[in-house]
Nanobody, 124 residues
């Protein structure tokens, strides 16, 4: 089993930055990729970004391209989501997710484990 713990959420003004962290523990040696999703009030959960565990290839949702970056620290089994130039529309609960098999990194159903979520609020 893999367990995920997110941290780093909070309240920030528009144009500001936050960095989210997701620490993985357990059977992480079989990791294929880790991703970030978010869910705003009254909306479906949506893909934000993902990174392959071994190749470091990344993919982003169009809405965050150029503003967000995703990185990983294998030694710490931790993935980071650096969010810059935040907008009020970025307000959501952000979830870290883990997948242990190949497949599309942007599809929610591909992920096997989820963190508890961390709130990000961007004020205008």
């Amino acid at each position: 089993q893999v367990q995920l713990v997110e941290s780093g959420g909070g309240l920030v003004q528009a144009g500001g930055s936050l960095r989210l962290s997701c620490a993985a523990s357990g059977r992480t040696f079989i990791s294929y990729a880790m991703g970030w999703f978010r869910q705003a009030p009254g909306k479906e959960r949506e893909f934000v970004a993902a990174i392959r565990w071994s190749a470091s290839s990344t993919v982003f949702a169009d809405s965050v391209k150029g503003r967000f970056t995703i990185s990983r620290d294998n030694a710490k089994n931790t993935v980071y989501l650096q969010m810059n130039n935040l907008k009020p529309d970025d307000t959501a609960v952000y979830y870290c997710a883990w997948k242990g098999r190949s497949g599309s990194p942007s599809l929610e159903v591909e992920y096997d484990r989820w963190g508890q979520g961390t709130q990000v609020t961007v004020s205008s």
